[in-house]
Nanobody, 115 residues
Framework: QVQLVESGGGLVQAGGSLRLSCAAS????????MGWFRQAPGKERDLVAS???????QYADSVKGRSTLTFDNAQNTLLLQMSSLKPEDTAVYYC?????????WGQGTQVTVSA
């Protein structure tokens, strides 16, 4: 089993910044990709950013240029740095991890951007 624990969400004013963290533990040795999705009220869950081990990093057009996805190997933690936040970035942000067996989700962290 894999456990994903997210943190870093909260309330921020438009134009501000946030850093979301996703700490992975458990049987992560067969993982090959991690990333973030987000879901706003009444909308579908959409990809924000993703990275594959040995591959590249992808960003949604809506956050490209404002976000940076990195992985802290020492802490086994995925980090999403977001800046120039907009009200439309308001959503629950979910971390995910893919292994050769299955797809795992974190519990989600709320990000609210006030105008």
């Amino acid at each position: 089993q894999v456990q994903l624990v997210e943190s870093g969400g909260g309330l921020v004013q438009a134009g501000g910044s946030l850093r979301l963290s996703c700490a992975a533990s458990g049987r992560t040795f067969s993982s090959y990709a991690m990333g973030w999705f987000r879901q706003a009220p009444g909308k579908e869950r959409d990809l924000v950013a993703s990275t594959a081990w040995g591959g590249g990093t992808q960003y949604a057009d809506s956050v490209k240029g404002r976000s940076t996805l990195t992985f802290d190997n020492a802490q086994n933690t995925l980090l999403l740095q977001m800046s120039s936040l907009k009200p439309e970035d308001t959503a629950v942000y979910y971390c995910y991890l893919d292994t050769v067996r299955r797809h795992y989700w974190g519990q989600g962290t709320q990000v609210t951007v006030s105008a």
